[in-house]
């Protein structure tokens, strides 16, 4: 079976953008390998704001390889030619992982992850946290109702840049 995996770059002080919105603050390290990053997974998640500022910057969420889902209540999707437009995270996450094919990538944003993970339908948070004290902008984890435990299950320390990888597993 398919799993969710929230992975995402965070500021020390627990911020996945900053005020304006932008993420020019994370460090890229030359220790992580990208392009191995990238093969385990063949479909990525993005909510409405996360698709919206993927488009305005670079034309769309281009991910080779990718299905990409996009989950809104508002879009149309008519108007977000390459993407595939859900207003139903469950429904929409019970076919994906019951099909076969690598790990489904949750990339953003705060507001989805906590929808989803309310939902348990996350299996995975990786959190790498970056050298950087952006004091506000959006938080990892934007109105949560409950509390989730979560187990560490690898860390990794980049001395380069003093990036630190996370993986816990939900549950």
Known sequence: MRRVRYC??????GFIADRNGESDWIVMDPDIDFGEVFQE????????KTYEITRQKSGGPAMPGMQTYVFSHTLRPDDCAGVVVSDDP???????????GKDIW??????LFSSLLQLGLVATVEVTVMPVLLGGGL???PNSAASTK????????YE??????LKYSVG
């Open 8 to 13: 995402v770059a965070m500021s020390l002080d």
């Open 41 to 48: 997974f063949d479909t990525v998640l993005l909510g409405r």
């Open 90 to 100: 469950a429904a929409t996450l019970a076919e994906l992982t019951d099909k076969s």
């Open 106 to 111: 949750l990339f953003g944003g705060g507001s």
């Open 139 to 141: 938080p990892l984890l």
């Open 150 to 157: 979560l187990t560490l299950i690898e860390n990794t320390i």
């Open 160 to 165: 380069k840049t003093g990036t630190v990888a």
